[in-house]
């Protein structure tokens, strides 16, 4: 099964490609996850990220068009993988439609979580008080402005470029944790 997880930042894209990882074995594809290791580790990629991301900006499609291109082939990734936060411009996904043809792979399946924006300031505040060994360095009032409006201008389109595919799902992102969960197998059931 291969997915892609579509929300603004704070909509839990995070924690429900956690529960699918743990009920159908699949792996996290998080290119967030995958540049703050990066920067971490200070590789080349990791130092040229760093100040991108902490603004909030976009680092560029063909840094994160690599990284996901050289993940779908480890091997935890056989039987499927769940894209989250990736492709977030549609030169991205328009790229991705590229290389699994190349791998000879499709996509199963793109959920869309759906939230109010009112509340996804409240839901990164918690995140940042939350997080173990302080907050992400993104995770500040600006550069979560810049992250909604980069969603905003750049990742909304890919609502309308799956939707033409027929693959768009949207699931209510705004219910409980375990009710989106329950909505998110109800849509990978109906397409199994
Ligand atoms: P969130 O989902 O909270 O917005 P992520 O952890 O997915 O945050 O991403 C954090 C930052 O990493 C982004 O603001 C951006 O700078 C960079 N990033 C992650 N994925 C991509 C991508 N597909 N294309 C470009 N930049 C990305």
């Not at 993940?71 to 894209?83: M, N, Q, S, T, Y």
């Not at 595919?165 to 209510?172: A, C, I, M, N």
């Amino acid at each position: 099964m291969r997915l892609i997880l579509l929300g603004p930042p704070g909509a839990g894209k995070g924690t429900q490609a956690q529960f699918m990882v743990e009920q159908h074995g699949i792996a996290q594809l998080s290119t967030g996850d995958m540049l703050r290791a990066a920067v971490a580790a200070k590789t080349a990629i990791g130092l040229q990220a760093k100040e991108i991301m902490d603004r909030g900006d976009l680092v560029s499609d063909e840094v994160v068009v690599g990284i996901v291109s050289d993940r779908v082939d480890e091997p935890d990734c056989a039987k499927g993988f769940i894209l989250d936060g990736f492709p977030r411009t549609v030169a991205q996904a328009e790229a991705l439609d590229e290389m699994l043809e190349q791998k000879g792979l499709r996509l199963d399946t793109v959920i869309e979580l759906a939230v109010d924006e009112g509340i996804l300031l409240d839901r990164i505040v918690k995140r940042a008080e939350e997080t173990e060994g302080g907050p992400r360095a993104d995770d500040n009032a600006e550069a979560l402005a810049k992250r909604l409006s980069v969603y905003r201008e750049q990742t909304q389109p890919l609502i309308d470029y799956y939707s033409g595919t027929g693959l768009l799902s949207s699931v209510d992102g705004m219910q409980s944790m375990d009710e989106v969960r329950a909505s998110i197998e109800t849509v990978l059931k109906e397409i199994a």
